[in-house]
């Protein structure tokens, strides 16, 4: 059984053909995906999912940093009241993006920050976003974040200095299809020897980063898809595919599940 740890459902290309998606994650064993909410208005879109699909889907409630400078003066109460709902699990997808800066930086960083203290205040794990911000990424995070908040470096990409930094955090990490595109994935291979195994999940992050090598090629990345992320990383950690298979489930349901189940 898999655990797909990150998926944009509430993309229109997923939509578009909702039960064949769901229906296809079924058959290759993938039981549960973690719907990724980067907004106010996809929060309110992830929870009528999860009332449609209850016993295959989970969700986050956040706000992305490239929709920082968009949200809603009234951000922070709205994902609190959203976080009521019985599927959320997680703060996020939130963090730092100074490598395209479509929010202003300041802004990245109140919007960030409130939702470090809302983790902190409801007792949830920070679902993390960053590119080529990791300095101030934790250096904000060990100045608002609480010991107690669990942190998922979501989609990690980075080698194993960024490994070591995080890791030291107690950060878990999330892997994608990029570890599958052998014209991007140096660093990150580098650093998969060093993955804390017991801090480890599987995302697809669909419909984007679609896992090269997978013929014919699909028109776009998908839950069903993500046995070929486990496969490629049981293959470079050296385990057996139902071994990752069994350990990332059991991750993940950890990592989002109640707060004793974490501690």
């Not at 939130?94 to 960030?112: I, K, M, T």
């Not at 890791?167 to 998969?192: K, M, P, S, Y």
């Amino acid at each position: 059984m898999w655990f797909d740890a990150g998926v944009n459902l509430t993309n229109k290309r997923l939509l578009k053909d909702l039960d064949g998606v769901m229906l296809r994650a079924q058959q290759a064993e993938v039981r549960k995906q973690l719907i990724i909410s980067t907004s106010i208005d996809e929060a309110e879109q992830a929870i009528k999912l999860c009332q449609q699909f209850p016993e295959q889907l989970v969700m986050t409630v956040g706000i992305h940093p490239h929709d920082a400078g968009e949200a809603p003066a009234d951000y922070k109460q709205k994902l609190k009241e959203l976080a009521q709902h019985p599927g959320v699990v997680a703060i996020g997808e939130c963090g730092l993006d100074f490598n395209r800066n479509y929010s202003p930086r300041p802004e990245q960083e109140a919007v960030f920050v409130a939702q470090i203290e809302l983790a902190n205040e409801l007792n949830l794990p920070l679902y993390l976003h960053e590119r080529d911000a990791i300095d101030r990424q934790i250096e904000l995070l060990n100045q608002y974040c609480a010991d107690n908040t669990l942190c998922l470096t979501h989609c990690f990409t980075g080698g194993a200095d960024e490994l070591k930094r995080y890791a030291e955090r107690g950060h878990w990490f999330g892997i994608t299809g990029w570890l599958c595109d052998e014209r991007r994935n140096q660093e990150l291979l580098a650093a998969v020897p060093n993955l804390p195994l017991d801090r480890l999940v599987l995302e697809t992050d669909a419909p984007f980063l679609l896992p090269r090598g997978i013929k014919p090629r699909p028109k776009m990345n998908e839950p069903a898809l993500l046995p070929v992320i486990g496969e490629t990383l049981a293959k470079h950690l050296q385990i057996s595919t139902q071994k990752l298979a069994e350990l990332t489930y059991a991750n993940t349901e950890r990592f989002f599940g109640p707060g004793e189940q974490r501690d």
